[in-house]
């Protein structure tokens, strides 16, 4: 069966310091990956996505991610966190972009701390 | 801003009762897609309206329904209420079919 799974449900991190979000996923072929942002009071919002090609993604707001096919991973990494990075971070997989088929992790919540 | 605009942003009703969440897409976005989003089961997908039309159901109960009407806005109905309902509804429209998604602020709904 088609999932995505998140094993960090909450994450703090100083901020200024790095960061790495982890995303597995299970999938009959290389899908479609795609990291939201939901702020609190807010809409999912795109960081970045990867459909083919280069393996290291680079978002907004300063994210990056890489996608590992021999790990079935696509993790979320930031070199340093701003306070304003504290929010709730979707991984999700799909075919292709027919987001009726797009499947969302279960999320990590970002806390970051002066 | 994403473009996409939900309202009401809040909504407190009674076990038994009917509501109704309005999004407003994106300008020129054909596709509208509604999803709940609850502690226990995450971001699920309900369905998908294309240009008026019902293009796909994902995990919606019959006693929601949907529609999208002339002028692209759609409304979710949500009737029968239950305590389980409660949940942030999210609306996100696309140009196509196949296009990236993008989210409304969500509507929250408390069901007591």
């Known amino acids: 069966a088609q999932s995505v799974t998140q094993p960090d449900i909450h994450i703090t991190v100083s901020e200024g310091a790095s960061l790495e979000l982890r995303c597995n996923y299970s999938?009959?072929?290389?899908?479609?990956l795609f990291w939201y942002v939901q702020s609190p009071g807010q809409g999912l919002q795109l960081l970045l996505k990867?459909?083919?090609?280069?393996?290291l993604v680079q978002g907004i707001k300063g994210f990056e991610a890489e996608f590992k096919r021999s790990q079935s991973s696509f993790n979320l990494r930031k070199p340093s966190v701003h306070w304003s990075d504290a929010a709730e971070y979707f991984c999700?997989?799909?075919?292709?972009?027919?987001?009726?088929?797009?499947?969302f992790g279960p999320g990590t919540s970002l806390s970051v701390i002066p | 801003d994403s473009g996409v605009t939900q309202t009401p942003k809040h909504l407190i009703t009674a076990t038994g009762q009917r509501v109704t969440l309005r999004c407003s897409p994106r300008?020129?976005?054909?596709?509208v897609y509604w999803y709940q989003q609850s502690l226990d089961q995450g971001l699920q997908f309900l369905i998908q309206?294309?240009?008026?039309?019902?293009?796909a159901k994902g995990n919606i109960l019959e006693r929601f329904s949907a529609q999208q009407f002339p002028d692209l806005h759609s409304e979710l109905n949500l009737s029968s209420l239950e305590l389980g309902d409660s949940a942030l509804y999210f609306c996100?429209?696309?140009?196509?079919?196949?296009?990236?998604?993008?989210f409304g602020q969500g509507t929250r709904l408390t069901v007591v």
């Open positions: 996100a429209s696309s140009a196509g079919l196949n296009t990236e998604a993008f």
């Open positions: 999938y009959g072929a290389t899908p479609y």
């Open positions: 990867y459909f083919s090609g280069d393996t």
């Open positions: 999700a997989v799909g075919l292709k972009t027919s987001y009726d088929k797009v499947i």
């Open positions: 300008s020129g976005d054909l596709s």
């Open positions: 309206y294309y240009n008026g039309e019902e293009r």
